[in-house]
């Protein structure tokens, strides 16, 4: 299901681990197999618990909890709000709430061209920086009014 350089990627994530405990690899294994496929169907989930040695539903567990994992198709750009209580208070909902208006569509769906899908997000760890959102669960923006989220999208254009 996976190519051969996924498949040596998450090698290298079973390597830092005792040999009884590779399913410690999942969360690194999981994201590996997202980046190749673009998101995680429950066939992925399955390929990569049983590659682990653990249970299927031990996996999607992994899966459905953290919002990085993305158990259904999404846009060329994730673009994740945090509105938890510090970035709330700072302007994230304003944010999420521009991001809405500005796209034309709600958190967990995107755009009719298929470009951007907007999702909520829990604590992202840079609470000085509120409000924040990521891009791709990779990059990070901060302090994101609507002067930057412009930017910011006119940049994935």
């Not at 990627?9 to 673009?38: C, F, H, N, T």
């Not at 989930?45 to 682990?52: D, G, Q, R, T």
């Not at 500005?102 to 920086?129: F, Q, R, S, V």
């Not at 990059?139 to 006119?154: G, T, Y």
Request: aromatic letters at 8%; charged letters at 25%.
């Amino acid at each position: 299901m996976l190519t051969p350089e996924s498949l040596k990627r998450i090698d290298r994530e079973i390597a830092k681990y005792p040999a009884e405990q590779k399913q410690s690899a999942v969360m690194a294994s999981l994201a590996i197999a997202q980046e190749e496929l673009g998101w995680l169907p429950s066939e992925a989930i399955e390929f990569v618990a049983n590659y682990l040695g653990m249970p299927p539903i031990a996996a999607y567990e992994v899966a459905s909890f953290y919002n990085m994992y993305d158990l259904k198709p999404v846009g060329k750009y994730k673009l994740t709000v945090c509105t938890n209580l510090p970035c709330m208070l700072t302007g994230g909902v304003n944010a999420g709430e521009y991001l809405k208006e500005k796209l034309g569509i709600g958190y967990n769906e995107t755009t009719p061209d298929g470009k951007i899908t907007l999702k909520e997000g829990e604590c992202m760890g840079a609470c000085g920086d509120a409000p924040v959102m990521l891009v791709n669960n990779r990059r990070m923006c901060s302090w994101m009014n609507p002067e930057q989220i412009d930017k910011l999208l006119a940049e994935l254009e």
